[in-house]
């Protein structure tokens, strides 16, 4: 689940609480409007994000002869090394993925469309377990979930963000690429978030496996008439202009949801069988809305997914177990369907994770809060078979440490992580300052896993 303390709520819903609940539609902060024609190409980003801080320090382990170190370190929540299955770069394996992750596995080895950024996080600058010790240009609130949740959505490292960087990103090639959208550029089928919202665009957001749209409507005549009598309801000149602001939100949100709910009614049954698991659910929504996209007029999307659970304190290897079949099982049915629909080489999708976990358990077979985690990129447009980054040293107190129980201090910034998808995208090298406030900061803005 999201962690959001109250002011976070109160936040995000303050805007259009129409837009959101009453439609499933678009989210509170309103929506974009585009409707000239736009470039002939299609690429769409799709976020995983893992609420609740995945411990990525058993997602991927080295197997070399680093694992004596990880054994050591990590205790009784060591995986043993005979069950991590190997990932095959060239002619060595040197990393293992957790055991319930084959799928994964399979697409490092075999598709060679899966890459892992080792220890990324949020970071003002790069830093050093000095610069850490005393203070130095540290992001706000390291280690509570909603400060960094709307970090690592917003790319902004202090205060509170009102909008996010994929949010921001969609902005910047909304005149080169959607100009002849018939439906906004950002989908959310997990709720309103930060994320999603632009400076300008506006997502919108559905539940998975329901219609578009405002809910108890058939296509009776008597349904028809009151759906139409609601509309012109929205229309109405009131002479209250928060009022009137929230029909217009609303209003284009009914527009949008007709849009596509039309879309998807010509729409053939997908063969690819996807999971039962929440997080398979959504991600079959936004194949289906992919399948879409010459319907909308669209030629660049990013969806927003999430999965929660991962806030392991306590019994961390069976939760893990449920937690990263499901995510594993989901993913490789999502590849499969963008090899259906024929995007393989169009969809990148990715993780997010607010942190990892300290390497060290903690009391009662859990994990505490910690900081630099590795993240998943998947698509035929991904460099794969390869991880990137630098893993960091897995000694307690070591080099990389934040403190004593392992808490990676990044080697790579969200802002460099994100900037590459946003290059791959089509954002421009001149607008990713705007959209990455502290990129200037370090040495490289493309890391290279994208083709």
């Given amino acids: 689940m999201n962690h959001h303390s109250r002011r976070d709520f109160m936040r995000l819903a303050c805007c259009s609480a129409a837009g959101a ?96 950024l080792a220890n990324v996080g949020t970071l003002v600058q790069p830093t050093t377990q000095q610069a850490y010790q005393q203070s130095q240009n540290l992001p706000s609130n390291l280690y509570s979930h909603s400060d960094q949740q709307d970090q690592w959505q917003s790319a902004q490292l202090m205060g509170t963000p009102n909008a996010g960087w994929a949010g921001k990103v969609a902005d910047k090639v909304q005149s080169a690429y959607n100009t002849g959208a018939q439906f906004p550029p950002v989908l959310s089928v997990s709720g309103s978030t930060v994320f999603s919202t632009g400076d300008v665009t506006r997502p919108f957001t559905m539940n998975p496996g329901q219609p578009p749209g405002l809910q108890g409507f058939d296509s009776s005549a008597a349904s028809q008439a009151r759906f139409l009598a609601t509309q012109q309801l929205l229309t109405f000149d009131n002479g209250l202009s928060l009022v009137q602001s929230a029909n217009l939100v609303t209003s284009q949100a009914v527009q949008y949801s007709v849009v596509l709910a039309d879309a998807l009614k010509s729409l053939s049954p997908m063969q690819t069988v996807f999971p039962s698991s929440y997080l398979g659910q959504q991600l079959q929504q936004v194949a289906q809305v992919i399948a879409t996209r010459a319907s909308l007029g669209i030629n660049r999307q990013i969806f927003f997914c999430s999965y929660g659970g991962f806030d392991t304190h306590s019994d961390q290897l069976p939760q893990q177990i449920d937690l990263l079949s499901k995510l594993s099982q989901a993913l490789s049915a999502f590849y499969q369907a963008t090899e259906e629909l024929g995007v393989t080489n169009q969809v990148t999708t990715f993780t997010l994770s607010e942190f990892s976990r300290t390497l060290q358990p903690g009391s009662n077979g859990g994990t505490d809060h910690a900081w630099g985690s590795h993240q998943l990129i998947m698509g035929g447009g991904v460099k794969g078979n390869n991880v990137y980054g630098t893993f960091p040293t897995l000694t307690l107190g070591g080099p990389d440490d934040a403190g004593n129980n392992g808490r990676w201090i990044p080697t790579t910034a969200l802002d460099q992580y994100a900037a590459t998808l946003a290059t791959w995208f089509g954002v421009q090298a001149a607008d990713l300052p705007a959209i990455f406030p502290n990129l200037a900061n370090f040495p490289a803005s493309n890391l290279g896993f994208m083709g």
Wanted: glycine fraction near 10%.
């Fill in 21 to 116: 609940s009453l439609l499933g539609g678009l989210s509170k902060f309103g929506l974009v409007s585009a409707l000239a024609q736009g470039a002939a190409d299609y690429k769409a980003l799709v976020c995983i994000f893992m609420f609740g801080g995945n411990d990525s320090n058993n997602m991927i382990v080295p197997i070399d002869s680093r694992y004596a170190t990880y054994q050591q370190s990590r205790s009784t929540l060591a995986i043993p090394q005979g069950l991590l299955l190997p990932l095959q770069i060239g002619n060595q394996a040197t990393y293992g993925l957790h055991p319930n992750m084959p799928e994964m596995q399979s697409l490092f080895n075999n598709q060679q469309t899966l890459a892992v």
